[in-house]
């Protein structure tokens, strides 16, 4: 690991002013950061810790919604019992990350800011319909998940702003997260499939699909979506929605798997995870 | 029950305090004083000529304290590449610093100039005359050019008559196998007995196949590490984490032109080996010259991405194999040919070819293989090396036999086992062995003859042999005055062996276990030990144990005598005392008196010695069966059942026993399902544990295991090694349940959700 | 770069450190106070041998800097056994035959110990999925499980 200068500011204020500097980057659970740091694929002048701001872990319920701090360990998110229970698919993809060790120090905000698309909680906020709030010096913004990608570690972050919770508005009546891999546990995601239904005596009202390591960012596959509102859950309709879904996906062929056992596998896991999230709502 | 008091039993381990205290001291956790930090400077290129090696900026970075190449080796033995890599990874130079973060960064700065030159990972291209060359343009015969070409030779050799027509004619035969000039050959192995044609002619069915096993890592836990410490009389100790201490030694001793009393080699506890810790490897001689270099001790640590890009992992291979059968269920011939990635130098283990012979009589068998140089980094033993892929190609292929003449596999295979007396094809007559027994109980075990399976479930089994090497060992026994006894020796322990000895001694010389102690030497003081590995330890060291304790035993008696004047052949050592036999009242003297005595005596303290080298092996069998269910959709295969029973010929610590078989079960289920090294362009793509995977306690269900007793001869109690067989079949067992579930077969390992949605594929799903 | 002071407790006791921020808590724990039986194995979080509890969660230590352990409550293998006893999974590993070369045990057993302080009541199914961060070459981990679940029965039975 090469050497930096390490910080440890008590506001957000101070950590975005240092964080806008060059060669800055931000540790939140450091499970990402510590890795790159030894691997020199990631190489900062100076690190700054958000260990030591308050206000910034925590999960909150307000009424319908639910808000998580950025800083909240994804251990925590998935234990938590409103998660599990209104947004299942996304406490499923917190425990799908690394192991327990590995949860314990990850956080959130860190497992989105890093943008994998392989993420394992990304599909999850996603269908949740997430709001993504960020600070900066300048004040603070919002956006929705699904714009916060642009590319493989890429975001709309500009220097100096950091992610400080995500917001959840209320959810699904049931959701669902398959993960597909090799290994039960400590695999990353081959591609990944979280689906939310709403529904009202047997007809879907609202369907949300998410999709992770697909494309070069996280994606919804909002044609599958559309063919689920407004009906019911037939074989047919679930077939359409699975090619649906695996024609928005744009996957890459790597050392885990090709391209086309990719596009395979999210028509195959969009339709189980429907499946399940229609069985669960 | 059994008739003895402490073999036998499951005795807790010698060392299990320490293990479960982090109390051991493995290589990594030695630091002599004043200790700086080695970093391998390595190849960013799996194959280029090397224009310049510039360390003038590493060694302006504060903290750098020597720095050296292949320069520094006075026997030019090739520890650093010089003018050419062959892999990725390939040592080039090595930095010492007193930090370790600091020797990182000045690894970074040597300066290499490359000249990048195409690379070669694949066997099959490598054979072909458009590869790339690792070592020049040198050829070998496949096997039909080489059956000719012998042929040529004889009739050229018998200058009485005249063959040129014959010889015209063959030379012209020869023409018809271009294909079969093979380049980058490292090394070749054949074996013939009966006459393989024939044999497939006599057959109502011969099948045909090719198998790809991938180049697997032995993943021991524990990187490699030596820790290095030359004084200022030259003497040389190195702590290293090694299944053999002596073979390091002579291996430095070569390396720099030194006697061997110049050199100490403390081996530490060692985190796992599997036969990738043997001899001098790649960390041992950095360590020795940057010590040497800067008269400081000097620890070279690799990090677990350098044990993937410069480790010396298992070989790879390509097998084709072809068996022939009768309708009734006789395998009457087998052909294979294999390719084995030996990588940049030769090795691997091309000689294992020869178990796709497995247990069975085989009255026709042919084998011709290959070692093959690839741009990776070279290979070593894992755990019965060679064998788990040439069983994997043997048993999944007897597994399609038995499905195509409708025959159940287990008594497909218990109907061709051999017995004693039964000639090997290509070797000897069976000893006594037991493998039907084994295969047997392993099928009652897993209730296959009723086993039932769901939709996508399936079952499959498959057996393994291997025999126990042995090798040169020394013990000592030392009886205390009071009663307490000492055992010394030089063999590395892995994986309870030292328990295993001290086990063998308690029962000899009749005292609780607990009265015994066991201490390591280093090379400076113990006995002469072969290294630790190839299933040795428990038939050389209990052997050797015997030995000593026995000596210790005739000397207890001896001093009973002189004591109690009686006549040695009255007496009797039971629980810890000499006895006379029969005598009323009873009549003893313990040992502790004895130990006492002996120190004013004519023939001083109680000192028993073995020295052992070299008795026949007998071989045992593994023999597994498991469930599985496959997930149609995605390729996905869950292990239900895993059932392994192996013929231990006796068990002296059936816990350590039970613990060999359940681990050595597991690495054959990773072989198969989910590991795998995997090469790009420029050489190892996957060096960590997030893309190379080993499995974890979520991917398995418990694994149970059944011991078999078939005595060896000359084991000691009767004793096999049990480390190796445990292997061997796992990867055939996997991919015949797998089969079993799903009509399909795999024949490209590991068996991934994608390869098994592609052949459901092919096969119309 | 600059180093940073740190306060570090660890097994109870208290270590006033300078180090560079580019230390992990592993390379502390080892280098610096000498506490080796925690184990580097990969240093990348993915083997587990380096596991830890801090504040009574398991982490892999060679995924923290030590300068963010400041004043932490931090336990490591040598820390478990207290006067002179075994902690139970200690001496439940010995009886099962729980390991083999050991490298792995002492995070083996952190990571057991963090879970059952969490909560003893836990199936053999939850056990494997929660032990998955840590590997284990030689056992296979049928006999690391039984030491698990019997040493999860014996906190149980004495709570």
């Known amino acids: 690991m090469k050497g930096f200068e390490f910080f440890e500011p008590t506001t957000l204020a101070e950590a975005s002013q240092l964080f806008a500097q060059e060669h800055a980057q931000l540790l939140a659970g450091g499970t990402d950061l510590v890795i790159g740091m030894k691997a020199l694929t990631e190489t900062p002048q100076s690190v700054i810790s958000l260990q030591k701001i308050p206000g910034l872990d925590g999960i909150t319920t307000e009424g319908d919604s639910i808000s998580i701090g950025a800083m909240t360990k994804v251990r925590e998110v998935e234990l938590s019992s409103d998660i599990q229970n209104h947004h299942t698919a996304l406490a499923e993809g917190a425990s799908e990350i690394g192991s327990v060790q590995i949860r314990n120090l990850a956080t959130i905000g860190g497992n989105i800011a890093h943008a994998s698309p392989a993420a394992d909680t990304v599909a999850g906020l996603l269908v949740a319909d997430a709001q993504v709030d960020i600070a900066s010096a300048d004040g603070e913004r919002s956006v929705a998940i699904d714009e916060l990608f642009t590319g493989p570690g890429q975001t709309v972050l500009a220097p100096g702003e950091i992610i400080t919770r995500f917001r959840l508005p209320s959810p699904a009546s049931g959701s669902h997260y398959i993960k597909h891999k090799i290994r039960e546990v400590m695999d990353l995601a081959f591609i990944g499939v979280a689906a939310a239904v709403n529904l009202d005596n047997g007809t879907i009202t609202d369907a949300r699909i998410g999709l992770a390591a697909v494309a070069p960012t996280p994606i919804r596959a909002t044609e599958a979506e559309n063919l689920l509102r407004g009906n019911e859950l037939t074989a047919e309709l679930l077939q359409q929605a699975g090619e649906a879904a695996a024609a928005v996906a744009s996957p890459i062929s790597d050392l885990r798997c090709s391209a086309e056992h990719r596009k395979e596998m999210v028509d195959v896991l969009t339709r189980r995870t429907l499946q399940e999230a229609v069985a669960r709502a | ?765 | 770069m600059a180093k940073h002071p740190v306060s570090l407790k660890v097994n109870g006791d208290e270590y006033d450190l300078l180090i560079e921020p580019r230390k992990t808590l592993l390379a502390v724990l080892r280098d610096t106070i000498g506490l080796t039986g925690t184990k580097e194995g990969c240093s990348t979080g993915d083997c587990g041998a380096c596991t830890v509890i801090v504040d009574g969660k398991a982490v892999t230590s060679c995924m923290v800097l030590g300068v963010t352990v400041s004043e932490k409550e931090i336990t490591t293998i040598e820390g478990l056994a207290s006067d002179g006893e075994l902690h139970p999974l200690q001496q439940a590993f010995i009886d099962t035959g729980g390991y083999q070369c050991g490298f792995c045990t002492p995070g083996f057993i952190m990571a057991s110990k963090a879970l059952l302080d969490e909560n003893p009541e836990r199936s053999e199914e939850e056990f494997r999925y929660e032990l998955g961060g840590n590997i284990c070459r030689c056992t296979g981990y049928t006999k690391i499980l039984e030491a698990v679940l019997k040493a999860a029965e014996e906190v149980r039975t004495s709570a």
């Open chain 2, 1 to 765: 029950m059994s008739e003895y008091t402490v073999v036998g039993q499951k005795v807790a381990r010698v060392d299990a305090v320490e293990k479960v205290t982090g109390a051991a001291q493995y290589g990594a956790d030695v630091h002599p004083p004043g200790m700086l930090y080695g970093k391998i400077v390595r190849s960013k290129h799996a194959h280029a000529n090397i224009r310049s090696i510039d360390t003038s900026e590493a060694e302006k970075l504060p903290g750098v304290r020597a720095i050296v190449t292949q320069d520094d080796v006075p026997s030019g033995r090739r520890v650093f590449a010089t003018d050419k890599v062959l892999y990725l990874g390939e040592p080039l130079a090595a930095v010492a610093a007193t930090d370790p973060d600091v020797a990182e960064e000045a690894a970074e700065l040597v300066k290499i100039e490359y000249e990048v030159l195409p690379v070669v990972q694949d066997v099959m291209e490598a054979i072909q005359p458009s590869a790339p060359r690792l070592h020049g343009d040198a050829t070998k015969d496949g096997p039909n050019r080489r059956g000719i070409s012998t042929q040529i030779r004889r009739l050229s050799r018998d200058k009485e008559n005249d063959h040129s027509d014959e010889i015209s004619r063959l030379e012209a035969a020869l023409e018809e196998y271009p294909d079969e000039v093979y380049y980058n050959i490292s090394a070749e192995s054949h074996s013939e007995a009966g006459d393989v044609e024939k044999g497939f002619a006599e057959s109502d069915i011969v099948v045909e196949d090719t198998y790809v096993i991938p180049r697997v890592h032995q993943t021991y836990m524990e990187p490699h590490v030596s820790v290095a410490s030359a004084d200022s009389s030259g003497k040389i100790t190195v702590w290293a984490s090694t299944q053999g201490p002596f073979a390091i030694r002579s291996g430095i001793a070569g390396t720099l032109g030194i006697p061997l009393t110049q050199i100490n080699v403390i081996g530490t506890t060692m985190g796992g080996g599997f036969g990738g810790r043997f001899g001098v490897i790649i960390t041992h001689i950095p360590a020795v010259l940057l010590s040497q270099k800067t008269g400081r001790p000097v620890r070279v640590q690799m990090t677990r991405e350098e044990e993937f890009i410069d480790g010396r992992p298992a070989p790879g291979c390509v097998i084709k194999i072809k068996t022939g059968a009768t309708n009734e269920g006789h395998i009457l011939a087998r052909e294979a040919l294999a390719f084995w990635d030996s990588g940049s130098v030769s090795g691997a283990s091309i000689g294992s070819t020869i178990r796709v012979r497995g247990v069975y009589k085989i009255p026709n068998l042919k084998v011709d293989a290959y070692g093959v140089h690839t741009n990776k980094s070279g290979t070593a033993a894992y755990r019965a090396p060679g064998a788990p892929q040439a069983i994997f190609a043997g048993e999944s292929q007897l597994d399609e036999i038995a499905e195509r003449i409708g025959m159940d596999p287990v008594k497909f295979r218990l109907m061709n086992m051999r017995e004693e007396g039964d000639l090997v094809p290509a070797g000897a007559e069976e000893p006594k062995v037991g493998y039907k027994e084994t295969l047997e109980a392993v099928a009652d075990a897993a209730g296959w003859w009723d086993r039932e399976a769901e939709e996508n479930q399936g079952w499959g089994v498959a057996v393994g042999d291997w025999t126990n090497g042995c090798g040169p060992g020394g013990v000592y026994v030392s009886v205390h005055e009071d009663g307490s006894v000492r055992i010394f020796h030089g063999s590395m322990d892995i994986t309870g062996t030292d328990t295993m000895i001290s086990q063998i001694i308690a029962e000899i010389l009749t005292v609780p276990y607990g009265n015994v102690t066991i201490r390591r030497g280093d090379t400076d003081s113990a006995p002469y030990s072969t290294g630790s590995g190839g299933s040795v330890v428990t038939f050389t060291m209990g052997n050797t144990a015997k030995l000593a304790a026995e000596d210790a035993h005739q000397r207890i008696l001896e001093l009973a005598s002189e004591r109690l004047n009686m006549n040695v052949d009255n007496l009797e050592l039971k629980e810890g005392a000499v006895h006379v036999v029969s005598a009323d009242p009873p009549k003893s003297i313990s040992l502790g008196e004895l130990g006492a005595y002996s120190l004013s005596t004519t023939g001083g303290p109680i000192v028993g010695k073995g020295s052992f080298a070299r008795q026949p092996s007998t071989p045992a069998l593994a023999a597994q069966i498991a469930k599985v269910e496959v997930d149609p959709g995605t390729g996905r295969t869950r292990v239900l059942k895993l059932i392994a029973s192996q013929d231990v010929g006796y068990a002296i610590n059936p816990m350590a026993v039970e613990g060999q078989i359940e681990g050595g079960t597991v690495q054959g289920y990773a072989w198969a399902m989910m590991e795998e090294m995997q090469y790009g362009e420029n050489g190892n793509v996957n060096p960590g544990f997030v893309d190379y995977r080993v499995p974890t306690s979520a991917d398995l269900p418990t694994v149970e295991s059944v011991i078999v007793e078939v005595p060896a001869p000359n084991g000691p109690y009767g004793a096999k090694g049990v480390g190796e067989p445990p292997i061997t079949p796992t990867l055939a067992t996997m991919a015949n349940a797998v089969k079993d579930a799903i009509g399909v077969r795999v024949t490209e390992l590991p068996i991934k959700p994608e390869k098994v949605v592609q052949a459901l594929k092919s096969n119309g799903h």
